[in-house]
Nanobody, 116 residues
Framework: QVNLEESGGGLVQAGGSLRLSCTAP????????MGWWRQAPETPRETVAT???????NYADSVRGRFTISRDDAKNTVYLQMSGLTPEDTGVYYC??????????WGQGTRVTVSS
């Protein structure tokens, strides 16, 4: 079980923006690649973006150029800034460490709904 809390989801119109936040326990945050995953109805969970301890980032092709992942080491917090949202971005977004994701440990997530 992952002790992470996601926040910032909500309902937005296409073209809008949201910023998701996730604060992790220090021992997890400091020593792990962190990231965001999402799952749409009847769709497998997919990786959206990850960021390493040193700040190296990876993005899904579908969000590259629109989403930005970042981390604030002083706050043990990971962010996902989402812009140019489309209905295809709708889903439940999960924050996690890369390691925990590989063991399929997930929290509750935060729901993002994009209307057209």
């Amino acid at each position: 079980q992952v002790n992470l809390e996601e926040s910032g989801g909500g309902l937005v119109q296409a073209g809008g923006s949201l910023r998701l936040s996730c604060t992790a326990p220090r021992n997890i945050y400091r020593f792990n690649t962190m990231g965001w995953w999402r799952q749409a109805p009847e769709t497998p969970r997919e990786t959206v973006a990850t960021i390493s301890i040193t700040g190296l980032t990876n993005y899904a092709d579908s969000v590259r150029g629109r989403f930005t992942i970042s981390r604030d080491d002083a706050k043990n917090t990971v962010y996902l800034q989402m812009s140019g949202l489309t209905p295809e971005d709708t889903g439940v977004y999960y924050c996690n460490s890369d390691q925990a994701s590989r063991y399929n440990f997930w929290g509750q997530g935060t729901r993002v709904t994009v209307s057209s």
